[in-house]
Every structure is written in C-alpha cells, then in structure tokens.
Nanobody, 122 residues
Framework: EVHLVESGGGLVQPGGSLRLSCAAS????????MTWIRQAPPGEGTEWVS?????????YYTNSVKGRFTISTDNAKNTLYLQMDSLKPEDTAVYFC??????????????RGQGTQVTVSS
C-alpha cells in the first residue's frame, strides 16, 4: 500500500523559514519524479511548486519560488523535502507531496499525500 505522509507545516512570520518533509512508502521511490503542489484556499485548484527526479537529482521550480525554495530527497530514507526560505503571505496554502513518472505540473498525480498546512502571517 502506498503512503505519502507530509509533515513540517505550521505558522511562520513573513521572511521566515519552514522545512517540509514527505515520507514515502509502498512504491519504488527511485523510479518516480517527486513533486510538491499547493492549494489555497481550500477547494481551489492546485498550483505546482517544484519537482525532482529522485534518481538523477534534476530539479524544477515554478517562477514564484525560485531562489527561495529548495527541493531535495534522501533516497536512503525515501523522504522528500522542501526547504522554504523568505516566506511570503502568498505562500500560505496546504502543501501536498505527490509522485508520478514525469516531473512538472499535471492534472493529477499517481500518488498524493494528505497535505500539511503552511500559514505565513504576522
């Protein structure tokens, strides 16, 4: 059974940092592109944030987070990370990790977690 479990969300002031984690199990981590997407407000469409190919380390970012967010993996632990620095109020969203064969924005993903809330507010 596939599991993607996000953690690390919370409340942070503008300019602050958070590190999200996503523990993956039940599938071959190295064979998939891992992705972070976000949804704000609840019920609205999702926005693709970043992707990484676990096997090669190639990374991709949406323009609004380039230079502020860093995606990475620990393949030995089957864990995906998103280091978020210089956070802005517009980064407030529920962040989901997802997995599929191809990186980048997609209508749907083969596997997706339940999400973790990130709130950027003073």
């Amino acid at each position: 059974e596939v599991h993607l479990v996000e953690s690390g969300g919370g409340l942070v002031q503008p300019g602050g940092s958070l590190r999200l984690s996503c523990a993956a199990s039940g599938f071959s981590f190295d064979d998939y592109a891992m992705t972070w997407i976000r949804q704000a407000p609840p019920g609205e469409g999702t926005e693709w944030v970043s992707s990484i190919y676990s096997s090669s380390g190639y990374t991709y970012y949406t323009n609004s987070v380039k230079g502020r967010f860093t995606i990475s993996t620990d393949n030995a632990k089957n864990t995906l990370y998103l280091q978020m620095d210089s956070l802005k109020p517009e980064d407030t969203a529920v962040y989901f990790c997802a997995a599929d064969r191809v990186a980048g924005p997609r209508y749907d993903y083969r596997f997706r977690g339940q999400g973790t809330q990130v709130t950027v507010s003073s």
